[in-house]
């Protein structure tokens, strides 16, 4: 591991991670309760030990490069992780170790979903389970950013080249559908 990575903490990471939404020095620097400058210089250091821009300068602020993209994605699952360990310790303390799943649903899967949820629920009777509706593609975000757990709908063409893995469940007949005397 590099000496970098060691060196991090929870509060660098946040700090990325607002860098990489705001893109704003100053904003970030008054929400992290540091002055600009000493913002400004902790980035400029924490790059020259990478190796590499993390984040492109420019008139309206900063944007993240294709390198600080990567550690932005990094950084974002380790909070992900770190409060979602946070929460089911607590569960813990309260009564014993029971689990938690989030749950990405596109709206063509609702009804896939729900009947195994019910499946589960039965095994599982103590797993807490949170469920997000959305589109795909940024459910695909949510679960390669450590957002969700996994994602349940219809997948295709450049969304099947992220590093994720598949499992085909169903397939689905395409049909045609016409009144009886249409032309």
Known sequence: MANWAQKLKLHHLQTLVALGEQGNLTHVARMMNISQPALSKWLSQLEDEIGITLFERHSKGLRPSEGGKLLLQHAQRLINDLERSQYEIARFKQGGLV????IGCSPVATDCVSQAILSLLNEMPTLHLNIEEKVMTP???????????VVVGRVGGRALQLPLNYQVLYTEPVC????PHHP
């Open 99 to 102: 689990g938690s799943l989030k």
């Open 139 to 149: 459910l695909l975000h949510d679960l390669l950013a450590g957002q969700v757990d």
């Open 176 to 179: 045609f559908v016409a009144r």
